[in-house]
């Protein structure tokens, strides 16, 4: 079994910046690809972005491109998305999620494999 926890959440006027980080563990964690998604109140839930399990490989929603960056260290535990020039539009619950297959992340939020509990992101006007 694999745990994501999401962490970096909260409250910025628009035109600022947060980061959000997700922790993954498990015995059983192994050379996954990892990626964000967001769901707003009342919305589907969106792909935002997703990294390979090397780190050589990023791809990005267009609404989010030029503004956000996935990013993933050493410790591939770790997946890091850096939020800026933040809008209100960018409201909403932000999901870490992990898959043995990036272009399943790409594709959706139907068919991942783990999914955090998610972290509010709330952008005011």
């Known amino acids: 079994q694999v745990q994501l926890v999401e962490s970096g959440g909260g409250l910025v006027q628009a035109g600022g910046s947060l980061r959000l980080s997700c922790a993954a563990s498990g015995r059983t964690f192994g050379s996954y690809a990892m990626g964000w998604f967001r769901q707003a109140p009342g919305k589907e839930r969106e792909f935002v972005a997703a990294?390979?399990?090397?780190?050589?490989?990023?791809y990005g929603a267009d609404s989010v491109k030029g503004r956000f960056t996935i990013s993933r260290p050493n410790s591939k535990n770790m997946v890091y998305l850096q939020m800026n020039s933040l809008k209100p539009e960018d409201t909403g619950v932000y999901y870490c999620?992990?898959?043995?297959?990036?272009?399943?992340?790409?594709?959706?939020?139907?068919?991942?494999?783990?999914w955090g509990k998610g972290t509010l992101v709330t952008v005011s006007s």
């Open positions: 999620a992990a898959d043995t297959v990036e272009g399943d992340l790409v594709a959706g939020p139907s068919g991942v494999d783990y």
């Open positions: 990294i390979s399990w090397f780190g050589d490989s990023t």
